[in-house]
């Protein structure tokens, strides 16, 4: 009896036939799926990082040479 319900059992992980899984269509699906995934992986992980500015790289700031505060011997 085990021998005719082992031949009548579908493998485990099988769920679609292989001509369905194997058509075009599924094809591009799963092309986007993976596209997708890549994409929301890099804005979740941009996201955690630390923003970068542009202005902290380059030091172009005008400062000024003397100091404009009351007290006189305050740093610049």
Do not use: C, Q, W
């Not at 941009?46 to 005008?62: E, G, Q």
């Amino acid at each position: 009896m085990a021998d005719a319900l082992a031949g009548s059992m579908v493998p485990m992980g099988l769920l679609l036939p292989e001509s369905i899984l194997r058509n075009e269509l599924v094809a591009v699906l799963a092309a986007f799926v993976a596209i997708n995934t890549i994409v929301y992986v890099t804005l979740a992980v941009a996201k955690i990082l630390p923003k970068v500015y542009f202005s902290d790289l380059v030091d172009t700031r005008n400062r000024r040479s003397e100091t404009r505060s009351i007290d006189p011997d305050a740093p610049v």
